[in-house]
């Protein structure tokens, strides 16, 4: 048996430590990455959430009320916390396991914190390979929660089967989540902090807002729910509505989301294994040689020198 499918094998038994072991092969991705996780099983369509809004927000907060929901209903969860980094260290405060505390403990409670390396949408390069991994691992529920980057953290739509938004009463999210497309994307709104006087005009202006967007095609309907972690208010509704919309998508397995997703996916391997092609030439040495010695090196031309050298290399 293969290393890649004896790790495979380990995490499908509920390997705990193997799994944790895996996920930092993928952050670091390469060949030993892709080999993992084509052992894996397909990934059940419906089990991803991912969980976007501004920050402040309170997503922290309500994922951890939500995975405590899930798991009062016997499910187990995995939750994925992108957490911002530095784009010239790649360092990351990784944040949300200490914010997460309430859960600790908890078995049926898997937390990884992943930083996102300054990609755009703060959205990890490896979560969709994490989904997988930890889908593998039996966990029922896969809650991603993003760094709340605006307009950007559409992205999470790429590797989510559900887009829960999380907006807050009284910051004027409701006009910024139109201009961001994030209420395109949203399968659920949950108005965060209900317990405060000025969320009920919140929640009203969310549900017009939904309800002059909504395609006439579309047959989900898009829920717009009012919830207090802090009351434990509006839980239970709003578990109810992303598991009514798990229930869609495995009637309408396949959506016009998930046919994206899927192209999504191709690309992106293409783009990691055709990266990984061309940082074998000599060329790409080359480069790397002259950035270091000629600020004023003509970029476009090195990449075409680059490629011209990996076509030839594999004509």
Request: hydrophobic share 45%; proline share 3%; net charge neutral.
């Amino acid at each position: 048996m293969s290393d890649p499918q004896r790790r495979a094998d380990a995490i499908i038994q509920g390997d705990r430590r193997m799994l944790a072991q895996a996920l930092t092969t993928v952050e670091r991705g390469g060949a030993d990455a892709r080999a993992l996780v084509r052992c894996l099983p397909a990934l059940p369509e419906g089990r991803v959430v991912g969980i976007t809004g501004a920050p402040g927000a309170g997503k922290s907060t309500l994922t951890t009320a939500l995975a405590q929901a899930f798991r009062a209903r016997g499910m187990t969860v995995a939750i994925i916390a992108v957490d911002p980094s530095s784009p010239l260290t790649g360092g990351s405060l990784l944040g949300d396991r200490i914010r997460m505390y309430d859960l600790a403990g908890d078995s049926g409670v898997f937390i990884r914190s992943m930083a996102n390396r300054g990609r755009f949408g703060g959205i990890a390069a490896a979560t969709a390979d994490a989904t997988a991994l930890m889908a593998a691992a039996g966990f029922a529920v896969i809650l991603i929660e993003t760094v709340g980057a605006g307009q950007s953290d559409v992205a999470v739509a790429d590797v989510a089967d559900t887009i829960l938004l999380v907006e807050a009463p009284g910051m004027g999210d409701e006009v910024q989540s139109i201009k961001a497309g994030l209420l395109e994307v949203a399968d659920v709104i949950a108005v965060s902090k209900c317990d405060r006087a000025d969320a009920a005009a919140t929640l009203q202006q969310l549900r017009a807002l939904v309800q002059m967007q909504h395609p006439s095609d579309d047959a989900w309907p898009v829920a717009v729910c009012g919830v207090s972690a802090l009351q434990q208010t509006g839980i239970e509704e709003l578990t109810d509505a992303l598991l009514a919309h798990r229930s869609y998508l495995a009637m309408h397995p396949h959506t016009a989301r998930a046919l994206h997703r899927r192209r999504v996916h191709l690309q992106r391997a293409i783009e990691i294994q055709l990266f990984e092609a061309v940082g074998r030439t000599s060329a790409w040495q080359s480069a790397h040689r002259i950035l270091t010695t000629d600020s004023s090196a003509n970029i476009d031309s090195l990449a075409q020198q680059i490629l011209a050298e990996w076509r030839r290399s594999v004509d």
